[in-house]
Each structure stands twice: as C-alpha cells, then as structure tokens.
C-alpha cells in the first residue's frame, strides 16, 4: 500500500519539488505548494475536508494534521490551511485550524479546531491553542493555554524565511539523493 492515497476521489496533489518522506503518510483532499518537505511519521489525513499548505513549509517529524468534519455540531467544519514559509515542529497535532504565512508551530504543539494563527507568529514549544483562539499577528506565545507573551523582535521575524529555506535545502538533499 502506498504512503500516498486517494479517498473517496480525492488523490493528494503536490507543488513542484515537494518531498514525501516515505514513512508518512498523505490521504485525500490535500494540495500543498512548491518546496514542502513531510518529514518521516507525519500523518496529513484530508478524509473529510481540505487541507492545503503552502510553499516552503516543513511538516516535521511526527506531526498529525487533519481536519474538522461538517456535522450537526459544526456546519460546514474546518479545513486545515497552512500559508506560506510555516515550520511544523515534530510532533505537532494541527486539527481544523488556520495557520499564516511566516509562522514557527514549536515542537508538541497542539493547534485545535477554528483557531486562527496569523502572520509572523511564533508558537511555542508544548502550546495549546484551544478551539477558535486567534493569535495575533508579530507576538511568542507560550503555555498550556496558550497566552500571549510578548512581541517579536525583528531578529526574530528574519527567521521565519531562514528556516524556511533551510528546511528546502536540507529536503532537496533528500530529494536529489541518488
């Protein structure tokens, strides 16, 4: 079986240079950009709505991303939408929430359904962002749950692109490896 697999008719579609570690695993309704790496144990499961990344993210080790389904409960759920230059820490549980560009998702985050991550944020390590939480653009966040901590330095919002490309590179060498 492959790591790769459509469901009800939908066949997960990747941007040019994407690399798929072959230990995860990428089902259904997902579309991601150009330069994605999934790193080895990721699950992405778009069985019951969208998921779509953008360019230059890395969705590390370990991570689960999925979605909300449309119910009773929550007409229409949630998709899981993840902008451009994101780093998805290992381990990282995305469900049905809204990720900005330029954003660090630390390592043991856990982002529920209908938050709202904004531009240039940085999550930190072990946070919880509990359903339908915005966090504001330019701001840490730290805890369980999670708070605003203080605004981000201007060294820190270059970083956003630097690791970005730092993960492109470090995923070509897996791509191009012969």
């Not at 240079?17 to 309704?29: C, E, F, K, L, T």
């Not at 499961?45 to 991303?65: A, E, P, T, Y």
Request: one cysteine or more.
């Amino acid at each position: 079986m492959s790591n790769v697999r459509t469901h009800k008719g939908n066949t997960p579609q990747f941007g040019e240079r994407a690399w798929i570690d072959p230990s995860a695993v990428v089902i259904g309704d997902v579309q991601t950009g150009d330069d994605v790496s999934i790193w080895p144990m990721t699950v992405v499961r778009g069985d019951m709505h969208k998921i779509r990344i953008g360019n230059r993210c890395s969705i590390q080790d370990g991570s689960v991303l999925h979605i909300t389904h449309a119910s009773d409960y929550n007409p229409g759920g949630y998709p899981l939408l993840i902008g451009d230059d994101v780093t998805v820490g290992h381990k990282a549980l995305l469900h049905g929430c809204t990720i900005g560009n330029r954003v660090l998702v630390g390592m043991g985050c856990i982002i529920m359904d209908g938050a709202v991550v904004e531009d240039e944020v940085i999550v930190a390590a072990g946070c919880l962002v509990p359903p339908g939480k915005t966090l504001e653009s330019g701001y840490l966040y730290v805890g369980s749950p999670c708070k605003q901590a203080r605004a981000l330095s201007d060294q820190e919002k270059t970083f956003f692109k630097y690791t970005a490309a730092n993960y492109v590179k470090l995923k070509d060498d897996y791509l191009y490896e012969v």
